[in-house]
C-alpha cells in the first residue's frame, strides 16, 4: 500500500493560515471518511489533532480545521502560532490495509 | 490519567528476535483496539499492525513489511499490549510506538500514543 501524498514542506507568518493536503485514492480518501490528522514536534510521541476528517479530539485548538474532497483531505491551520511548528501527518483506512500514513509534511513557522 | 508505557527496546543483531510490550492505564483497555506504529530516523509514520479487542475477535493485521515475522498480542488480564519481532532486518530499526483505537473518539484514528521504545538491528 503506497503511502498517501502530502507536500514535504509548508510555511507560513505568525496570524496566517496555511493549508496541507493529503492526496490518496477512491481505495482510501476517497472512499472512506476516516482520515487523520497528527501533530508531532521533535523528540515526541505524534498527537492525534483530526479524526473522521473533521472531527478535533477534546483539548485541541479549534485553529485546527480539516476537510476533504474527493481524493483528498486538508488540514488548516489558522492564526498560526510559534508552537504550530511541527511534523504533520495524515492517514486514513483503506480497503486493503486499516491504516496508511502520508510522507508527512513539516511546517515552519516563519 | 490516560498512558501507554512501551517497554523492551534494544539493540539487536539481524536475524534475531526482540518482544516489545505496552502497558496501559486510564482506559478500558478491553474496549480498545490496539496498534504498533514505527517510525525509523529522520523517516515518518509507518504503521506496523494491530489488534482487535477480544470481543471483535481479537483479529490481527500485519503491514506487508512485517508479516510472517511479528506477532502482536493482548492480554486483557494485565492491560498489557505485546509486539514479538522474529528474524528481524536492519530496516526495522525505529522508535516503535503503542496506540490506542476506539478508547476515546472511534475506530480508525489514533488516538492515545506511548513515548515510544527504540529498536535498533545492526551487527
Known amino acids: 500500500q503506497s503511502a498517501l501524498t502530502q507536500p514535504a514542506s509548508v510555511s507560513g507568518s505568525p496570524g496566517q493560515s496555511i493549508t496541507i493536503s493529503c492526496t490518496g485514492t477512491n481505495s482510501d480518501v476517497g472512499r472512506y471518511n476516516y482520515v487523520s490528522w497528527y501533530q508531532q514536534h521533535p523528540g515526541k510521541a505524534p498527537k492525534l489533532i483530526i479524526y473522521?476528517?473533521?472531527n478535533r479530539p477534546s483539548g485541541v485548538s479549534n485553529r485546527f480545521s480539516g476537510s476533504k474532497s474527493g481524493n483528498t483531505a486538508s488540514l488548516t491551520i489558522s492564526g498560526l502560532q510559534a508552537e504550530d511548528e511541527a511534523d504533520y501527518y495524515c492517514s486514513s483506512y483503506t480497503s486493503s490495509s486499516p491504516l496508511v500514513f502520508g510522507g508527512g509534511t513539516k511546517l515552519t513557522v516563519l | 490519567e490516560v498512558q501507554l508505557v512501551e517497554s523492551g527496546g534494544d539493540l539487536v543483531k539481524p536475524g534475531g528476535s526482540l518482544r516489545l510490550s505496552c502497558a496501559a492505564s486510564g482506559f478500558t483497555f478491553t474496549n480498545a483496539w490496539m496498534s504498533w506504529v514505527r517510525q525509523a530516523p529522520g523517516k515518518g509514520l509507518e504503521w506496523v499492525g494491530r489488534?482487535?479487542?477480544?470481543?471483535?475477535?481479537?483479529?490481527?493485521y500485519y503491514a506487508a513489511p512485517v508479516e510472517g515475522r511479528f506477532t502482536i498480542s493482548r492480554d486483557d488480564s494485565t492491560n498489557t499490549l505485546n509486539l514479538q519481532m522474529n528474524s528481524m532486518k536492519t530496516e526495522d530499526t525505529a522508535v516503535y510506538y503503542c496506540t490506542t483505537e476506539g478508547a476515546i473518539v472511534g475506530y480508525h484514528a489514533l488516538e492515545i500514543w506511548g513515548q515510544g521504545t527504540t529498536v535498533t538491528v545492526s551487527s
Open positions: 473522521e476528517v473533521s
Open positions: 489488534i482487535k479487542r477480544k470481543s471483535d475477535g481479537g483479529t490481527t
